[in-house]
Structures are given as structure tokens and as C-alpha cells.
């Protein structure tokens, strides 16, 4: 039976960097894979961008409120002959694996699509993602995923203590904050910084949870 996944980590753990890995894994061995991410991410538009440099252009965007299903069938079933110099007749390769990058950007009903598409197609389904924002709330993606998923795998890194990062600090011109909008997509004055617990409390006066109103 094919699973869903989640992968998680603190930003720059390397998911992205991971799941163009897991591609590359696949495809050597010749088979197909597809490659989504929630249109909401602008960050490279309709690339995954890993922290090595490395980019690759999705098969394709998730909308807000889109029937993952219907567009991963979509793709599934389309395959251009002429690339791959094959007839009209020639059975359309097996998707191996469909691969989502910034999957804490997806509405719960989409990540409840992905495990349909996992059993009925059984087609591997591989997220990465972060579980909680800059004010260590779950995003509601990443929240299904810890809740569905068949498999949970922690991608790990570094604070810059040293010590295992968990959360997530943002920055803005430099300065850590910790109110604002859950979704701030990386830009001149936004970065972000993968904290362990006892800098995050260092750095939030103590708060390990912001006040939302």
C-alpha cells in the first residue's frame, strides 16, 4: 500500500534540497515522478529552490481551494510523446511518486486529497514542510499532516547555538518579531531563522506563543 509522508523541519533543514534527492532517486531508476506547491508560495515562482542552488519547475501549482485530485489526474494522464518519442499507443508511464514542496501551505481538505490519491492511485505521496510558523503555531497544512500521515520523518538542523533547532524566528530588517500574519513569504525586509527553544525564549521575552487575536 502506497503512504502519505510528511517530512518536516525547521527552515533551512534542507527539505526542499531532500525532496529534489528523492527526484533525482526515482528518475535515475527511470521512473516518473511529479513535482507540486501551493500556488501561495511566490518564492520562485514555479520552481523549488534549494539553499545549494540547485532548482527545479513543478508539474505543476495547488491554488487555494483546488481539487488536488482532479489536478493531479490532470498531469498523471498526460505525458508529451513527442519528448519522449513514443506512439500514440504506447501505455503512459506510472506516476512512481508525487512529490509536494511547502506542504504546510495547503488546506486541510487538499491534504486529506493527497492521502485519497496515496490509497486509491497508490501513488507514494512525499510532504515537506514545516509544523509551525514564527509564533510556533501549526499551520493547518502541516496540522492535517501530523494528524493523517502514515508516515512522520523530522528533518534536523542547527540553532545558531549549536543545539538542535525546533522553531522558527522571523526577522523583519534584521529585528526578531513574533506578532504578525501567519503567511510572509521570504522578501527584502522578511527572513526567517531556525531557532532551539532556549534562544526562541531569549529572543520572545519568554512568549512561546504570541497572542492572535
Do not use: W
Not at 511518486?97 to 486541510?108: K, M, N, Y
Not at 510556533?136 to 494528524?147: I, M, W
Not at 503567511?183 to 492572535?212: H, K, M, W
Request: net charge neutral; hydrophobic share 40%.
Amino acid at each position: 500500500m502506497a503512504k502519505l509522508y510528511f517530512r518536516y523541519g525547521a527552515m533551512n533543514s534542507g527539505k526542499s534540497t531532500a525532496l529534489l534527492q528523492a527526484a533525482f532517486n526515482y528518475e535515475e531508476r527511470g521512473q516518473r515522478v511529479l513535482l507540486a506547491k501551493p500556488h501561495i508560495d511566490t518564492k520562485g515562482a514555479g520552481e523549488i529552490v534549494s539553499r545549494l542552488g540547485v532548482t527545479r519547475e513543478v508539474d505543476f501549482l495547488i491554488p487555494a481551494r483546488s481539487d488536488v485530485e482532479t489536478i493531479y489526474r490532470e498531469h498523471a494522464d498526460y505525458v508529451d510523446h513527442d519528448a519522449l518519442l513514443e506512439s500514440i499507443d504506447t501505455p503512459k508511464p506510472h506516476v512512481a511518486c508525487l512529490l509536494i514542496d511547502e506542504a504546510q501551505f495547503l488546506e486541510p481538505c487538499q491534504v486529506d486529497s493527497l492521502m485519497r490519491i496515496a490509497t486509491n492511485a497508490s501513488v507514494p505521496v512525499m510532504c515537506y514542510g514545516i509544523r509551525t510558523d514564527f509564533r510556533t503555531k501549526a499551520f493547518p497544512g502541516s496540522a492535517r499532516l501530523l494528524e493523517i500521515a502514515h508516515t512522520l520523518e523530522e528533518l534536523k538542523t542547527i540553532c545558531r547555538c549549536g543545539r538542535k533547532a525546533m522553531f522558527n524566528g522571523r526577522l523583519v530588517d534584521g529585528r526578531f518579531i513574533f506578532d504578525g500574519d501567519q503567511v510572509a513569504i521570504d522578501g527584502n525586509a522578511v527572513t526567517y531563522e531556525s531557532l532551539c527553544p532556549r534562544c526562541y525564549l531569549q529572543f520572545s521575552g519568554g512568549r512561546l506563543s504570541a497572542v492572535v487575536s
